[in-house]
T-cell receptor, first 112, second 113 residues
């Protein structure tokens, strides 16, 4: 597709529940990035992929967060045992060249 | 210490009143500096990439410039549809080969008709 598609738009979870977010990158883009936006404008890098391989995972909280990009499937970001501080908007972006990033509209995760 | 600092946090302009947004950065080696526009409820939309001091890029009413310590986004004769949050981000040269972006907190621009 011509846009990065993120689903769902909104996700509500009770503390301790699992959350799974999906991202379909633009067709032909081999790089996928996940960012977390908290407190309106604080973006935090989580992880990036080159095709199905992890490219950079230096931002990932390893204990509860995991991510995958498998062939012919949307990429996913999973949070096990969500905590209140995981409430944020999670953005996925795809790129052809690691420079110009195209962002999706985000998934708003609310942990109650 | 923040690597990317944007000012002002918020800016109200009358339609047609030109102004500039500032982004100052501290990195050991700059691979690129990026400007994005973000509308409410949407993801950031790419505007410009600048790579070296002295570089300038223009798009419609926007012009981005870069020095060794800061970048400016100049808005000439803004219109209400230019209202958005403008984000600056840097990509640092790193031995680990990371291409992650470090974002500033943005400038929320409101253009009043």
């Amino acid at each position: 597709g011509e846009e990065v598609a993120q689903t769902p738009k909104h996700l509500v979870r009770g503390e301790g529940q699992k959350a799974k977010l999906y991202c379909a990158p633009i067709k032909g883009h081999s790089y996928v990035f996940w960012y977390q936006q908290v407190l309106k404008n604080e973006f935090k890098f989580l992880i990036s992929f080159q095709n199905e391989n992890v490219f950079d995972e230096t931002g990932m909280p390893k204990e509860r967060f995991s991510a995958k990009c498998l062939p012919n499937s949307p990429c996913s970001l999973e949070i096990q045992a969500t905590k209140l501080e995981d409430s944020a908007v999670y953005f996925c972006a795809s790129s052809l060249d690691l420079e110009k990033l195209f962002f999706g509209s985000g998934t708003q995760l609310s942990v109650l | 210490e923040d690597q990317v600092t944007q000012s002002p946090e918020a800016l109200r302009l009358q339609e047609g009143e030109s102004s500039s947004l500032n982004c100052s950065y501290t990195v050991s080696g700059l691979r690129g500096l990026f400007w994005y526009r973000q509308d409410p409820g949407k993801g950031p939309e790419f505007l410009f990439t600048l790579y070296s001091a002295g570089e300038e890029k223009e798009k419609e009413r926007l012009k981005a410039t870069l020095t060794k310590k800061e970048s400016f986004l100049h808005i000439t004769a803004p219109k209400p549809e230019d209202s958005a949050t403008y984000l600056c981000a840097v990509q640092e040269i790193s031995g680990a080969g990371s291409y992650q972006l470090t974002f500033g907190k943005g400038t929320k621009l409101s253009v009043i008709p």
